[in-house]
């Protein structure tokens, strides 16, 4: 069975770094790519970015380019996405979900990760 | 501002069949497969559609199809637990990245 799971709720306090994880399993964990996906407070979804674990071929949204940094290891069949210095406006549910190709849907969902950033 | 552009909200009755829209432009659907999902209660979203193909798990009442730039999600015989909100997405190769529409409620009367 195709799972992701995804690292804890975490709390933090502005200007602090922050690495969640999503871990995926039941399939070849480097033969898909793994997308990111934020959704603000009531909002609707926003595309992040995307990496091919198998060769860390990493894309990002113009949107999202230099404020996150989308990284997996493979041998832990892990992908992670990281902030160095975090903004309340970082305040979110982020989603992670597997992909068969750069252009194609993302068919299985990690569960979500609320970043709450607040001081 | 959304790259594709869906319908605020749609309503329909039980048993009743919706189509909800997703129009874009030459550079993300007009030259690629579009998905659809569905987030009930801002739950994990999960995938209803991708291209015109039914993931394992999905009732067939589910359709999609696309005509130029704009894609459609149908459903068939509508289930009150279809109510929820449905993005569609695809890639665009002007921006090198994927891109959601803003989501379209669907409230089933």
């Known amino acids: 069975e195709v799972q992701l799971v995804q690292s804890g709720a975490e709390v933090k306090k502005p200007g602090e770094s922050l690495k969640i994880s999503c871990k995926g399993s039941?399939?070849?964990?480097?033969?898909?790519?793994i997308g990111w996906v934020r959704q603000m407070p009531g909002k609707g979804l926003e595309w992040m970015g995307i990496i091919y674990p198998g060769d860390s071929d990493t894309r990002y949204s113009p949107s999202f380019q230099g404020q996150v940094t989308i990284s997996a290891d493979k041998s832990i069949s892990t992908a992670y996405l990281q902030w160095s210095s975090l903004k309340a406006s970082d305040t979110a549910m982020y989603y992670c979900?597997?992909?068969?190709?750069?252009?194609?849907?993302?068919?299985?969902w990690g569960q979500g990760t609320l970043v709450t950033v607040s001081s | 501002q959304s790259a594709l552009t869906q319908e605020a909200s749609v309503s329909g009755t039980v048993g009743q069949k919706v189509t909800l829209s997703c129009t874009g432009n030459?550079?993300?659907?007009?030259?690629?497969?579009v998905g659809w999902y569905q987030q009930i209660s801002h739950g994990a979203p999960k995938t209803v559609m991708f291209g015109n193909s039914l993931p394992s798990g999905i009732p067939d009442r589910f359709s999609g199809s696309k005509s130029g730039t704009t894609a459609s999600l149908t459903i068939s015989g509508l289930q009150p637990e279809d109510e929820a909100d449905y993005y569609c997405?695809?890639?665009?190769?002007?921006?090198?990245?994927?891109?959601f529409g803003g989501g379209t409620k669907l409230t089933v009367l």
């Open positions: 039941g399939y070849s964990f480097t033969s898909y790519w």
């Open positions: 997405s695809t890639w665009d190769y002007s921006l090198s990245a994927k891109v």
């Open positions: 979900a597997r992909h068969g190709t750069l252009v194609g849907a993302g068919d299985y």
């Open positions: 030459s550079n993300n659907i007009g030259s690629y497969a």
